[in-house]
């Protein structure tokens, strides 16, 4: 790319915003699932626009294994090669099909998670069981990698001549779509979004039947990535003159406290006749207000054409969507013909001006910014993969909270649930395709992340690529071909955004010759000190960073027991939270940096192996229970006071010993006592922490915090007794009785004075009554293989968790935990109500009864 057309690229100042299709999680959101501080906009006061339908389409479906080599276990399919010889055949799909046995659930589903843990360590690299954290899925357990979906639903006669698509958001893999006995469509990436029209396939005003044959033997990663129709599915209905998807955009040019907007669509005819359409745009801000109206001439659109429109609009007295200040509008985009409206649909979009400068860094809106960001993958302890909605705000919140203010989706196209939260809580974000490649499979991925996501406000960045070795090195004459393509693609479909990669190398060569911002995996300051000085007119910033490790609640490494302490683990790329932003946070060219990672994540355990089946990076473990670390990045990423004292103080058997004490604040200086006596001040450094060595002694360490003299805030921690009775505390104490909400409990072990035991270990059992499920369980031990969704599970240095779902019936949920078993001491058990209240519920395909 010439330097001057990259230069005005990353210093443009478009605005972008987020593309939130009529109906989906951002449209029909209500206040509860949303966290207090987080502003709404209108989406829930706009009412849906006729004639266009997106039903959700996850309840009432049923599942079960088929397998991958023997057909007469995969209901016969592939007995013959004629399975594929007529259409219409495909008898598992047709309404006298018995799926009496079959398992009925509710998506989205991971089947993996259910799965039982496997010591498979054959093979190489990421071939064994090993990176994806020991769950038997592969060529290798044909039993367990295959699964069946079926679900039978009504369409009405009035839906004859509307376009009917079945929409995936993902499913992980290989996954083929029957419907009334005809095979409709296959894909084969885990990550990317796929629809098929079933229009012609239908029995309108009659029982239909849809079939989906899921096959996760091949993955598209080296990490955890789960099994299933693990996302939403929906059935979308539209006249035959309908929006393209996707295609309608929002880019904005800021001008002081006003902005033009350069409004984008295009317009399908799919009708037996010719027709004359104009598009009309209605901008509204966030309190629902009509701010500014557009409208683009009628013109004829032949049958099985489509017609581009445009349009421009001025916004005044413009809310900028900024981290502290998320404001959205909303733009309604209609299609008339004939004098009706024929289309219509919902885009969010937020106005900003995000610029990379190769000497100031970034800046948003204007204002100089840091990227404080951590990369994550998708899954949590409990659901693996399949997620609810209202877990991907729990999950940001906590970053959130933090100070961390971007999050990278490692390493692929995310659900839009992620990118809605980030939107909404004010989050920006690295958006990552998976395949790296230039091929018509890999440039149809970016194509569709792209146009999916490119009227997100969240969005700063665009990713084509993960350390892709060869094509930085001994491809690099392919690489940089590669690169160039994607990076020309991504800027064809978007040219408001930089473009850039995750790069593990000097970025001298290969895939990087093509990108407009340069990142840098790691090797720390080795590589990018000397080439900002080589090159100094390319922006640069951290795309990977750190690789810190740690267990929670562990203060001591022994490979016996496979825990790493939470002082200073990290593993040899790597380096601690206090060494990377020590340079990343200090360089005024640095844009800042993503540390890996935010949670730990199934897969990839390091730097053990079996028995260990979850990664040890995350600043927060699987549940998204702070480790130590997280009150580092608390005291250097945001401006409040901030005193954190570790470790615990239950050594018994250790009294005499020398322990090493740490505190992270971001106050002048710090002094701790022992059991009432000073130990002595420390002047904190800037970015650094402060620690004392202490004899043990049972009792209590204090922290105190000074600024300015005085002491501001105090944190102890005391010896506990043995662990006597369970706690129980939700996040929200009441949810929505959607069949979707859901709450996250945490369980604690106390004392019998009710303090936090740090190191106990009991076994709780759960029981839930009431109009709701329990879903999934965990504790953040990387290394234990209990069930995630049996109803029970043992604390982990006094923690647990709980996730509970709500059915479609307002009423109350009892969740009780007691002690599971007879051994160990008794415990005091604890219980919790949760109330769901009745709720307008987000429109859905009906289940049909008795099916």
């Not at 690099?476 to 930089?498: F, N, W, Y």
């Not at 790691?522 to 910033?541: A, D, G, L, M, V």
């Not at 640095?590 to 949670?599: C, P």
Request: proline content about 6%; some cysteine; glycine content about 10%.
């Amino acid at each position: 790319m010439p330097e001057m057309t990259r230069r005005n690229l990353l210093t443009s100042g478009l605005a972008v915003s987020a593309a939130s299709l009529l109906g989906r999680s951002a449209f029909a959101r209500t206040a509860a699932l949303l966290p207090d501080d987080v502003p709404q906009d209108s989406a829930a006061a706009v009412p849906a626009v006729a004639p266009r339908e997106q039903l959700l389409f996850d309840f009432g479906w049923k599942f079960t294994f088929g397998n991958g080599i023997d057909p007469t276990k995969d209901l016969g399919f592939g007995f013959g090669q004629a399975d594929f010889s007529k259409t219409g055949d495909f008898k598992f799909a047709k309404a006298d099909f018995d799926d009496s046995k079959w398992r009925p659930l509710n998506l989205p589903h991971d089947w993996a998670v259910e799965l039982p843990f496997v010591h498979d360590d054959a093979g190489e690299g990421d071939s064994s069981l090993k990176p994806h954290g020991y769950k038997p899925l592969g060529r290798r357990y044909p039993e367990t990698s295959v699964g069946w979906y079926r679900r039978e639903f009504e369409v009405p006669q009035s839906d004859l001549g509307r376009r009917v698509w079945v929409e995936f958001d993902g499913g992980f893999r290989d996954v083929l779509v029957f419907v009334n006995g005809c095979f409709i469509g296959r894909n084969n990436n885990g990550y990317a979004p796929f629809r098929f029209d079933l229009s012609d396939f239908l029995n309108y005003g009659a029982k239909n039947h849809i079939v989906v044959r899921v096959d996760a033997s091949f993955g598209d990663g080296w990490f955890y990535e789960g099994a299933g129709i693990y996302r939403h599915v929906w059935l979308t209905k539209t006249d035959p003159v309908h929006l393209g998807k996707w295609e309608s955009v929002v880019r904005a040019t800021v001008n002081g406290s006003s902005a033009t907007l350069a409004l984008a669509t295009v317009v399908q005819n799919e009708g037996k006749e010719p027709a004359n359409a104009k598009v009309i745009w209605k901008i509204l801000d966030a309190h629902g207000a009509t701010v500014a109206t557009a409208e683009a001439p009628g013109h004829p659109i032949p049958v099985d054409g489509s017609a581009a429109y445009s349009a421009t609009a001025k916004l005044l007295n413009l809310a900028l969507w900024s981290v502290e200040e998320p404001n959205l509008y909303a733009a309604i985009v209609a299609v008339e013909a004939d004098g009706k409206v024929r289309d219509a649909e919902r885009v969010t979009f937020g106005v900003r001006a995000a610029v990379f400068d190769p000497v100031k860094g970034f800046s948003l809106n204007g204002k100089p910014l840091k990227i404080q960001g951590t990369c994550n993958h998708q899954d949590h302890a409990g659901v693996g993969a399949a997620l609810p909605d209202r877990l991907q705000w729990f999950r940001l919140a906590l970053l959130r909270e933090m100070g961390c203010n971007a999050v990278r989706t490692s390493h692929n196209m995310p659900t839009p649930e992620w990118v809605d939260a980030c939107d909404r809580m004010g989050m920006m974000m690295m958006c990552e395709t998976r395949q790296m490649s230039s091929n018509a499979e890999g440039l149809q991925q970016l194509e569709l992340m792209v146009k999916r996501y490119r009227n997100s406000p969240s969005i700063i960045i665009w990713s084509i690529g993960n350390e892709e070795w060869l094509l930085q090195d001994k491809m690099a004459e392919q690489g940089a071909k590669i690169g160039a393509s994607m990076v020309q693609r991504c800027h064809e479909l978007d040219p408001t955004r930089v473009v850039s990669a995750a790069v593990n190398g000097d970025n001298e060569k290969g895939l990087s010759t093509a990108l407009d911002i340069v990142g840098f995996n790691y090797n720390t300051p080795k590589f990018p000190e000397p080439f900002h000085k080589k090159y100094p007119k390319r922006p640069i910033f951290g795309s990977e960073t750190s690789s810190a490790i740690c267990t929670r609640g562990e203060y001591a490494t022994d490979p016996l027991r496979n825990t790493v302490n939470s002082y200073d683990g990290v593993v040899p790329w790597g380096e601690t939270p206090e060494k990377w932003w020590s340079f990343y946070g200090t360089r005024e060219w640095e844009a800042g940096g993503f540390a890996w990672t935010g949670f730990d994540y199934r897969g990839e355990p390091t730097p053990y192996g079996w028995p260990s089946i979850n990664s040890q990076f995350g600043i927060v473990d699987m549940c998204g229970f702070p480790k130590d670390y997280f009150y580092y990045y608390t005291a250097w990423w945001r401006k409040d006071p901030s005193l954190h004292l570790f470790p615990h103080w239950n050594w018994h058997g250790r009294e005499g010993d020398e322990i090493p004490v740490w505190v992270y604040s971001n106050l002048d200086e710090v002094e701790l006592f022992v059991n009432g006596k000073s130990l002595g001040s420390r002047k904190v450094p800037h970015l650094g922490h402060v620690e004392w060595k202490v004899r043990y002694e049972p009792g209590a360490i204090e922290a105190r915090g000074s600024k300015d003299g005085k002491v501001v805030l105090t944190e102890k921690r005391e010896t506990t007794g043995e662990t006597a009775a369970i706690r129980l505390t939700a996040d929200r104490t009441e949810i929505n009785a959607d069949g979707e909400d859901i709450a996250v409990l945490k369980v604690e072990g106390l004392d019998s004075e009710g303090r936090l035991v740090p190191i106990a270990g009991n076994k709780i059992a759960f029981k839930v009554a009431g109009p709701g499920a329990l879903i999934g369980v965990g504790n953040g031990d990387p290394n234990c293989q209990e069930s995630d969704k049996e109803p029970k599970r043992s604390l982990f240095n006094g923690l647990a968790q709980v996730i509970v779902q709500s059915t479609r019936q307002p009423g109350t949920i009892q969740i009780e935990a007691s002690k599971d078993g007879w051994d160990g001491p008794e415990l005091k058990p604890a219980s919790i109500a949760i109330t769901t209240k009745q709720v307008e519920l987000r429109p859905s395909v009906p289940v049909v009864r008795g099916s």
